[in-house]
C-alpha cells in the first residue's frame, strides 16, 4: 500500500501561483510513477501531470504546458506541483496519484490516490 496526503491548496487570484506537495508512505517512493489529476465540479477527473521514477521524464496535459512543473524528491518521498499563471479554469480540487506503470497511468487505472487539496482561482 502506498499513503499519499496532499497539501497546498487554497484561493489566489487569476495570474497567482500555488504549489502542491504529495508526501507519500508506505512503499518505495522512487519505484512509482507519481502525479497529478483534477476535478472540476461537474467533470470528469483528468490527468494534469506526471514524473517517471528513474529519468524525471514529465508529462502534461496541453492546457497547463508552460505554466505548472511537476517534480520530486526522492530522498524526501515528496512530489511537487509548482502552478503558475493560474487560470480560474484551473479551480478543481487536485488529487496526488501514485502508480508502477507510466501506461496505467489514467484516471481509471491508476493504483493510489490522494484525499484531494481544493484549488479556487478567482477572476
Known amino acids: 500500500q502506498v499513503q499519499l496526503v496532499e497539501s497546498g491548496g487554497g484561493l489566489v487570484q487569476a495570474g497567482g501561483s500555488l504549489r502542491l506537495s504529495c508526501a507519500a508512505s508506505?512503499?518505495?517512493?522512487?519505484?512509482?510513477?507519481m502525479g497529478w489529476f483534477r476535478q472540476a465540479p461537474g467533470k470528469e477527473r483528468e490527468f494534469v501531470a506526471a514524473i517517471r521514477r528513474s529519468s524525471g521524464a514529465t508529462y502534461y496535459v496541453d492546457s497547463v504546458k508552460g505554466r505548472f512543473t511537476i517534480s520530486r524528491d526522492n530522498a524526501k518521498n515528496t512530489v511537487y506541483l509548482q502552478m503558475n499563471s493560474l487560470k480560474p479554469e484551473d479551480t478543481a480540487v487536485y488529487y496526488c496519484?501514485?502508480?508502477?506503470?507510466?501506461?496505467?497511468?489514467?484516471?481509471?487505472?491508476?493504483?493510489?490516490w490522494g484525499q484531494g487539496t481544493q484549488v479556487t482561482v478567482s477572476s
Open positions: 508506505g512503499r518505495t517512493f522512487s519505484n512509482y510513477v
Open positions: 496519484a501514485a502508480d508502477v506503470s507510466i501506461v496505467e497511468f489514467t484516471a481509471t487505472r491508476v493504483d493510489y
